[in-house]
């Protein structure tokens, strides 16, 4: 079991350590929103993830993946969102000015930003049919016979889950701490584009994946 369970911390780390739509995406909202944007991200993600525990726990997941139109619709639609962030990102790196010294100011309009931002990371993450493929080809390799399990998938997935929002939030506070350079507004726009980008071609690569 402890030999299982090094390999899972493992194989988690390096899966959520890798740079993927998540991680672009709360590097984009921090950008934008702050490091109560990027934080808000990194929660609507992990709910995502959690959904997709629980539902992989149940047996739930396994449907959805024999089901090739369904596979397929979900698949396309978590493209089309992905690129939708994408555009949104390019099209604020062209069009969006910022004083370089403005603050993320509190009140309604963080709030409403912090919601954007949970809804984006929990879409993203839903939508995004690979993230039950990756449940329901790794965590039953680290389920001994005769275990429970529900149980023993329901407490894997929720371990990955505390990595992740762990590490997206470092993320968040780290891009938040160098917040003065980055607001400077040739550097931030250089950094939407470049998410932007990264957040289309994820999108696109989606789509056309036929695995």
Not at 50 to 55: E, P, S
Not at 129 to 156: C, D, H, N, Y
């Amino acid at each position: 079991m402890g030999v299982n369970f090094a390999a899972f911390l493992g194989v988690s780390l390096f899966v959520i350590m890798s740079p993927g739509p998540d991680t672009a995406l709360t590097i984009r909202n921090t950008l934008v929103g702050g490091r109560a944007g990027g934080i808000a991200t990194a929660v609507g993600v992990v709910t995502g993830l959690a959904t997709w525990t629980v539902a992989s726990s149940a047996g739930l997941a396994a449907l959805l993946v024999a089901s090739q139109p369904l596979f397929l619709a979900v698949r396309l639609v978590g493209a089309a969102y992905l690129v939708f962030l994408g555009i949104q990102a390019l099209r604020s790196a062209v069009f969006t000015k910022r004083d370089p010294g403005e603050p993320v100011r509190a009140g309604s309009t963080t709030r409403l930003r912090r919601s954007v931002a949970y809804r984006q990371g929990l879409l993203s993450n839903l939508s995004n049919p690979k993230i039950v493929v990756f449940f329901l080809s790794l965590l039953p390799q680290f389920i001994e016979r005769g275990q429970a399990s529900f149980t023993r998938m329901l407490l894997l997935g929720l371990i990955f889950c505390t990595i992740t929002v762990s590490w997206l939030t470092l993320y968040a506070v780290v891009v938040a701490r160098v917040g003065d350079f980055l607001r400077r507004d040739r550097v931030r726009r250089g950094l939407e584009a470049t998410t932007g980008l990264a957040l289309v071609g994820l999108g696109l690569k989606l789509a056309t994946d036929r695995r």
